[in-house]
């Protein structure tokens, strides 16, 4: 069965970069957009980005450009995001989650969320 | 960007109700409109996608409708497990927007 299985919760010191990761089990990795989703407690959940594994195509919301940079090694079924210039605004739980491939463009499967706390 | 709107934050209704969620969107999305149920846990599962399609081993009482810029979620024969909070989303232009949220509560 489809599984996204991301890295554990995470303390980090403003200014920092932190990278989370996110294995895939259970289809074809390579094929399937890997989308990153942030949630603010109170503010729902908002849309980083895509990257698809087998060619590095990704996109980007406007809003994170320069802040999140997303990677993938088909080796091991894994997407990485990676988080620059931390501050408290980035303190949040973030989910990566896959996108079905018949282009009605849903979120079929969730990973369980990471925590990010940035703190001094 | 599409803004999505769920006016209702807040729902509380009784075992075996029937329950409509609403959701907003800002231009026509074309029927690509999509529904999440979040646990108090955090975990996510999708629902319904492009408007009303039954995603994959979830139960039938869901149901969703609509169309243009006007779309709804029904939950009917309300259940215990049911308890959560609801998200719609849209998949047809990027960047991809969700509403706020519907927090079902039991009566």
């Known amino acids: 069965q489809v599984q996204l299985q991301q890295s554990g919760a995470e303390l980090m010191k403003p200014g920092a970069s932190v990278k989370i990761s996110c294995k895939a089990t259970g289809y074809t990795f390579n094929s399937y957009w890997i989308e990153w989703v942030k949630q603010r407690p109170g503010h729902g959940l908002e849309w980083i980005g895509e990257i698809l594994p087998g060619s590095g195509s990704t996109n980007y919301n406007e809003k994170f450009k320069g802040k999140a940079t997303f990677t993938a090694d088909t080796s091991s079924n894994t997407a990485y995001m990676q988080l620059s210039s931390l501050t408290s605004e980035d303190s949040v739980v973030y989910y990566c989650?896959?996108?079905?491939?018949?282009?009605?463009?849903?979120?079929?499967?969730w990973g369980q969320g990471t925590t990010l706390t940035v703190s001094s | 960007d599409i803004q999505m709107t769920q006016t209702t934050s807040s729902l509380s209704a009784s075992l075996g109700d029937r329950v409509t969620i609403s959701c907003r969107t800002s231009q026509d999305i074309s029927n690509y409109l999509n529904w999440y149920q979040q646990k108090p846990d955090g975990t996510v599962k999708l629902l319904i996608y492009y408007t009303s399609r039954l995603h994959s081993g979830v139960p039938s009482r869901f149901s969703g409708s609509g169309s243009g810029t006007d779309y709804s979620l029904t939950i009917s024969n309300l259940e215990q497990e049911d308890i959560a909070t609801y998200f719609c989303q849209q998949g047809n232009t990027l960047p991809f927007t969700f509403g706020s949220g519907t927090k079902l509560e039991i009566k």
């Open positions: 989650v896959r996108r079905g491939i018949t282009g009605l463009d849903y979120f079929d499967y």
